[in-house]
């Protein structure tokens, strides 16, 4: 069964410890990100990248809170690395064919932690073998900063007030004033504990299908949304191609399993997941969860993560941050910082509405007192290992 949380009431940022459980999830895989991007080289294997980052995610998890056995931690997201025009969810298994990066590659790196069921997910794009200081030009600079300005405006607009279709629009107007696109039907979902894909969410450059089957929604104060933004040079539709998926999430359905293989698959990954997603490949046996997965999914017991693909040649972006929407202004707590001044594109926003927006500070009121109190909670937990994890490997000169 889910592991949701048993309390009538269910627990929100509007507690200090849950707001510290988020924050210690997002330092983990903040320095998680920096350290697989450092391992994206000329000739490094997408395979080894992601076990490496999936190792690191365990890890980290697994040192603290050490105290409370019961409490459920791990990946909220196994690490996915997506190359030039593969849009999202590549993670491929010891069984199938790997990808090797080469220098111009467009790598996208996705990943979540979550600390008893609290996730913090982020996804950022780098170009293998780009130096940090110098200028990059043309339809990635095109590409890199619609992604970022859409990234600016969504943390404006995502405010207690605001309803989900007005930042659908403003993203729309961003990635246009650069010719790019966002990929169809992308959501960004509220999350809440041991739910990464929570009711409300924002749908980017939805068709008239997509607006009916996604109600307008309100975002209100002590909600957590994982903002995902997808953008595309191309025509900003995905399509599924030879790679199958392999990260997988547990439905709310229920049906009785007839295989044997597919029982010891589900009870393993009941287990060892709950509700969160996870890659075929952490299974203890790849083989028989590839063979137990299929009735799963064919009964609806699982939930795939399709690998898609934008047309050859185009270049698609992914930058994924998670926000807290707390009273005094939203947190952001994944995505490194980026720097626009490094891209030179032929385009700029002419909206004057978007403009202005950005021309607004994100800045939130400190609270003292109850930011000494969280920083006390962080201190208290991760002391309770006494091998903190750790977690910054320096990238070889």
Same mark, same amino acid.
Request: net charge negative.
């Given at each position: 069964?889910?592991?949701?949380?048993?309390?009538?009431?269910?627990?929100?940022?509007?507690?200090?410890?849950?707001? =510290?459980?988020?924050?210690? !999830?997002?330092?983990?895989?903040?320095?998680?990100?920096?350290?697989?991007?450092?391992?994206?080289?000329?000739?490094?294997?997408?395979?080894?990248?992601?076990?490496?980052?999936?190792?690191?995610?365990?890890? %980290?998890?697994?040192?603290?809170?050490?105290?409370?056995?019961?409490?459920?931690? %791990?990946?909220?997201?196994? =690490?996915?690395?997506?190359?030039?025009?593969?849009?999202?969810?590549?993670?491929?298994?010891?069984?199938?064919?790997?990808?090797?990066?080469?220098?111009?590659?467009?790598?996208?790196?996705?990943?979540?932690?979550?600390?008893?069921?609290?996730?913090?997910?982020?996804?950022?794009?780098?170009? #293998?073998?780009?130096?940090?200081?110098?200028?990059?030009? %043309?339809?990635?600079?095109?590409v890199?900063? !619609?992604?970022?300005?859409?990234?600016?405006?969504?943390?404006?607009?995502?405010?207690?007030?605001?309803?989900? /279709?007005?930042?659908?629009?403003?993203?729309?107007?961003?990635?246009?004033?650069?010719?790019?696109?966002?990929?169809?039907?992308?959501?960004?979902?509220?999350?809440?504990?041991?739910?990464?894909?929570?009711?409300?969410?924002?749908?980017?450059?939805?068709?008239?299908?997509?607006?009916?089957?996604?109600?307008?929604?309100?975002?209100?104060?002590?909600?957590? /949304?994982?903002?995902?933004?997808?953008?595309?040079?191309g025509?900003?539709?995905?399509?599924?191609?030879?790679?199958?998926? =392999?990260?997988?999430?547990?439905?709310?359905?229920? /049906?009785?399993?007839?295989?044997?293989?597919?029982?010891?698959?589900?009870?393993?990954?009941d287990?060892?997941?709950s509700?969160?997603?996870?890659?075929?490949?952490?299974?203890?046996?790849?083989?028989? !969860?590839?063979?137990?997965?299929?009735?799963?999914?064919?009964?609806d017991? #699982?939930?795939?993560f399709?690998?898609? /693909?934008?047309?050859? %040649?185009?270049?698609? #972006?992914?930058?994924?941050f998670? #926000?807290?929407?707390?009273?005094?202004?939203p947190?952001?707590?994944?995505?490194?910082?980026?720097?626009?001044?490094?891209?030179k594109?032929?385009y700029?926003?002419?909206?004057?509405?978007?403009?202005?927006?950005?021309?607004?500070?994100?800045?939130?009121?400190?609270?003292?007192?109850?930011?000494?109190?969280?920083?006390?909670?962080?201190?208290?937990?991760?002391?309770?290992?006494?091998?903190?994890p750790?977690?910054?490997?320096?990238?070889?000169?």
């Open positions: 069964m889910a592991d949701h949380d048993s309390d009538d009431e269910v627990q929100t940022i509007a507690e200090d410890i849950v707001v =510290t459980k988020y924050k210690m !999830a997002a330092k983990l895989v903040n320095e998680i990100l920096e350290q697989v991007s450092a391992k994206c080289v000329e000739g490094a294997k997408v395979l080894e990248l992601c076990e490496f980052g999936d190792k690191l995610l365990t890890d %980290g998890t697994a040192n603290v809170f050490k105290k409370e056995k019961e409490m459920k931690k %791990g990946i909220a997201f196994p =690490t996915c690395i997506s190359v030039n025009n593969l849009i999202c969810h590549f993670s491929p298994l010891r069984s199938e064919p790997d990808v090797v990066l080469k220098n111009g590659d467009v790598v996208k790196i996705d990943l979540g932690a979550h600390i008893d069921g609290f996730a913090a997910v982020v996804a950022h794009t780098l170009a #293998v073998g780009s130096s940090k200081d110098k200028i990059i030009e %043309g339809r990635l600079a095109d890199m900063l !619609a992604a970022h300005y859409a990234s600016e405006v969504a943390i404006r607009m995502v405010k207690p007030g605001n309803e989900n /279709y007005m930042v659908t629009e403003a993203i729309q107007k961003v990635a246009e004033a650069f010719k790019c696109k966002p990929i169809e039907g992308m959501l960004s979902h509220q999350l809440s504990k041991q739910i990464i894909d929570g009711e409300k969410a924002i749908i980017l450059n939805p068709s008239e299908a997509h607006r009916k089957e996604h109600a307008k929604c309100e975002f209100d104060v002590h909600e957590v /949304y994982a903002l995902d933004m997808l953008i595309s040079t025509e900003g539709k995905g399509r599924e191609r030879d790679a199958k998926p =392999t990260v997988y999430k547990k439905s709310d359905s229920t /049906y009785s399993l007839k295989m044997k293989a597919s029982r010891q698959f589900f009870s393993e990954m287990k060892k997941f509700t969160m997603p996870f890659t075929i490949r952490s299974f203890e046996e790849e083989k028989k !969860a590839k063979m137990g997965v299929v009735e799963c999914l064919k009964h017991l #699982v939930e795939a399709p690998v898609l /693909y934008e047309r050859d %040649g185009e270049t698609v #972006v992914q930058m994924k998670t #926000v807290l929407l707390m009273p005094n202004g947190m952001k707590i994944t995505g490194p910082t980026f720097n626009p001044d490094l891209y594109s032929e700029k926003i002419e909206d004057e509405e978007i403009n202005k927006l950005l021309a607004t500070s994100v800045s939130r009121k400190a609270n003292k007192k109850k930011k000494k109190k969280a920083v006390e909670q962080t201190q208290a937990a991760t002391t309770e290992s006494e091998d903190p750790q977690l910054v490997e320096k990238p070889e000169a």
